[in-house]
């Protein structure tokens, strides 16, 4: 039976190498941790999604060594963006470019066997205080991302959603994104963009 994991905010840097220990000492080598932790747990006949902040590279030539590393882990890789991914492109362009064992949500969905897998970035929500109309502009077109992803989905297996920012406020309500998941009658949401002392 495959198994399906989740990991984000990978942050890796090989061609423009960032330290991430300057966010503290979980941080030391924590690619050579993953990628330890990975290879003991993950089959090749398994699946990892990773929704976003993947690569710290602007570009999609930079972010190439980083994909690379990812895919010679085992497992087949489901990758959404995050809000630093800035290399991500477009999905045809990045078909072009990474093996086929590197999968990408980006207004569609990926079969995963028993599972359909849907999302997108997602983004931050209204009712911050620095939130601006430009983040309206955003929010909504995530939403309409959402949607579109999981309307491309055929309604014959269940889905799992991967969406880099919480769906969810601070105090725990649901967003709008939670609504159109139930809309979809998804089964699973993996998420990222936490991490550091705030946990």
């Known amino acids: 039976m495959m198994g399906i994991f989740a990991i984000s905010d990978l942050h890796l840097s090989k061609a423009n190498p960032k330290p991430m220990d300057i966010f503290g000492a979980n941080w030391e080598n924590h690619w050579d941790k993953i990628k330890n932790d990975w290879c003991m747990n993950v089959q090749e006949s398994d699946t990892v999604l990773i929704p976003g902040d ?7 030539d930079d972010a190439m060594a980083d994909i690379m590393d990812i895919d010679r882990l085992p497992g087949r890789k489901v990758l959404s963006r995050g809000n630093h991914d800035y290399w991500w492109s477009s999905a045809s362009k990045m078909k072009k470019v990474f093996p086929e064992s590197i999968c990408f949500v980006q207004n569609n969905f990926v079969d995963i066997g028993d599972w359909y897998v849907s999302g997108t970035r997602g983004w931050n929500l209204p009712g911050d205080e620095r939130f601006t109309d430009e983040d309206m502009k955003i929010y909504k077109r995530e939403l ?56």
């Open 54 to 60: 993947i690569s710290w590279a602007i570009t999609l």
């Open 144 to 199: 309409m991302r959402l949607e579109l992803s999981l309307s491309s989905a055929p309604d014959t297996k269940p889905i799992i959603v991967m969406i880099h920012y919480p769906p969810f406020y601070e105090n725990g309500e649901p967003s709008k994104f939670v609504d159109i998941m139930k809309k979809y009658n998804v089964k699973h949401c993996v998420f990222g963009h936490l991490h550091g002392d705030s946990l």
